[in-house]
């Protein structure tokens, strides 16, 4: 049995989503911020090969912050996980161009930060990522969420991939107008207007729900995965 607490969600869609495509299309993973190491350890269960970073923890393959880690600069991997490390960042669209530049063309970015109020105070999570800013954080980043996959539970989360249209040079551009380019990246209208995340659900996992138990109706992984801050437990 695997315990962990954030970043559950998305990655179990991933797994299971993708579990015919693990091993041949996605065999390489960076995973930022990897803490003690056991998101990683769920993704080598599965056969990705699997490099955590960390600043804080030495049970990182690499010891040190994500945005010093030169070596990723000439390496290309399948899949980017990042669970809760976004929030803390002063500099979120840098580090969202660092996480473009080390995904491959064809990966997958999967990436969770917490569903809390933008009022709300919280040492160390010096961004917000609402759904409405979150979204715009990654698409003028360059990434589809059009065609990607969201999560919204008790964190909100992005199952994405590098958007065909992107070029660099977008990256000297500012925040101040959607374009059609914006536009083609985002599962929703872009207008000035307030959203009702309980209504604009774009893609809700309904077998990954808190206090409940999940079994898919096959075993692909003979792995148990617990989340007990939430009362939650499933079978992939």
């Known amino acids: 049995m695997y315990e962990i607490t954030w970043g559950g969600f ?4 991933f797994l299971l989503a993708e579990q015919k495509n693990i091993g041949t299309k996605y065999k390489t993973c960076l995973d930022i911020g990897c803490g003690d190491g056991v998101h990683g350890d769920i993704m080598k269960h599965t056969g990705l090969k699997v490099t955590g970073v960390d600043k804080y923890s030495d049970k990182a393959d690499y010891n040190m912050d994500f945005m010093s880690y030169t070596k990723a600069r000439h390496m290309n991997f399948d899949v980017v996980f990042c669970s809760h490390v976004i929030e803390h960042q002063r500099n ?3 580090f969202l161009d660092r996480i473009y530049d080390v995904l491959s063309d064809d990966g997958v970015l999967i990436i969770s ?6 009022e709300t105070l919280i040492e160390g999570h010096i ?12 698409i003028h980043a360059g990434f589809d969420c059009k065609s ?5 539970l008790i964190e909100n989360s992005f199952i994405v991939s590098k958007a065909k249209d992107f070029k660099l040079e977008e990256r000297s551009e500012n925040g101040y107008q959607w374009t059609d ?3 083609n990246r985002s599962p929703i209208d872009l207008n000035n207007s307030s959203i009702d995340n309980s209504k604009t659900i774009l893609y809700n996992c309904n077998h990954v729900l808190p206090n409940g138990t999940i079994k898919s109706s096959e075993t692909f992984y ?8 939430w009362n939650f437990q499933c079978t992939i």
């Not at 930060?113 to 933008?118: D, I, W």
């Open 222 to 229: 003979d792995m148990i995965i617990s989340m007990p801050r």
């Open 181 to 183: 380019k914006h536009q």
């Open 148 to 152: 990607g996959k969201y999560l919204s």
């Open 10 to 13: 998305a990655l179990i869609e």
């Open 92 to 94: 979120v669209g840098e």
């Open 127 to 138: 961004n917000s990522f609402i759904f409405p800013l979150f979204l715009q954080q990654m």
């Open 113 to 118: 930060a917490p569903n809390h109020p933008a």
